[in-house]
């Protein structure tokens, strides 16, 4: 078993490298030309639950930077753990969702090329929108695999209360949170930010976002049973 102040080491090492691999995926986005159009839109950036799981995550990587710094700081860890049990299972659903759907239906989840002044008989149909590898593993698989690290390495697992009554309550919370403002954004913004909600009613888009929800609660339970602790 390492000493806690090795552990503190490579902790810190691996918080500090997730923090800046997700920082650079975030401010490569305003170098996209994409990105004039998405910020023009209400909500900007934050419409996406990617950027929101991202947020979440980095958020979590800089408390715990934090916690190895003043490893015995209870209140710091409190925090580290409650953000954690939102990041964790919010990026993992999100890269479930994003790699499964980016390789079988790109069209569902991709934006397409926005045409200025092309004819409406254009006989080409738009491309889609795709971002650069390297931005593109910062912000849909460095959130994910930095949770998942971290947890299995420098965190225990949450109780069963934890797992059956706080986990559950957060994720609801948020997929409110979520739902609320992705669908008011809309209304300004005459669509939505991923084109798998744009093209559904509204009671398929309930059943997508309680449908996320559960698997995000699932993901969740399914982790911290593996963890190496149990």
């Known amino acids: 078993m390492p000493s806690r102040q090795t552990a503190a080491a490579l902790g810190l090492i691996l918080h500090a490298?997730?923090?800046?691999?997700?920082?650079?995926?975030?401010?490569?986005?305003?170098?996209?030309?994409i990105d004039d159009w998405i910020s023009s839109q209400k909500g900007g950036h934050y419409q996406y639950l990617t950027i929101q799981g991202l947020a979440a995550a980095w958020l979590t990587?800089?408390?715990?930077?934090?916690?190895?710094i003043?490893?015995?700081n209870t209140v710091?860890?409190?925090i580290k753990r409650a953000l954690l049990m939102i990041a964790l299972p919010l990026t993992v659903v999100?890269?479930?969702?994003?790699?499964?759907?980016?390789?079988?239906f790109p069209n569902l989840i991709l934006q397409k090329e926005i045409l200025e002044n092309e004819p409406s008989s254009a006989p080409a149909a738009p491309n889609l929108v795709r971002i650069p590898l390297q931005v593109d593993l910062s912000l849909h698989a460095a959130p994910f695999i930095s949770m998942v690290a971290d947890f299995a390495l420098f965190e225990k697992e949450y109780t069963q209360r934890q797992v059956r009554y706080t986990a559950p309550f957060l994720i609801l919370v948020f997929g409110i949170?979520?739902?609320?403002c992705v669908e008011y954004c809309a209304i300004f913004n005459g669509a939505f930010p991923y084109p798998f909600l744009t093209e559904n009613p509204l009671?398929?888009?309930?059943?997508?976002?309680?449908?996320?929800?559960?698997?995000?609660?699932?993901?969740?339970?399914a982790i911290n049973s593996l963890h190496p602790q149990n």
């Open 17 to 33: 490298a997730a923090a800046g691999v997700m920082a650079y995926g975030f401010l490569s986005i305003k170098s996209l030309p």
């Open 61 to 68: 990587m800089i408390v715990s930077i934090l916690c190895d």
């Open 70 to 72: 003043l490893s015995p």
């Open 76 to 78: 710091l860890r409190r």
């Open 94 to 104: 999100i890269s479930i969702v994003y790699w499964s759907l980016l390789l079988l």
């Open 177 to 180: 949170w979520y739902a609320s």
């Open 203 to 221: 009671e398929i888009r309930i059943g997508i976002y309680s449908t996320v929800a559960l698997l995000a609660w699932g993901c969740f339970r």
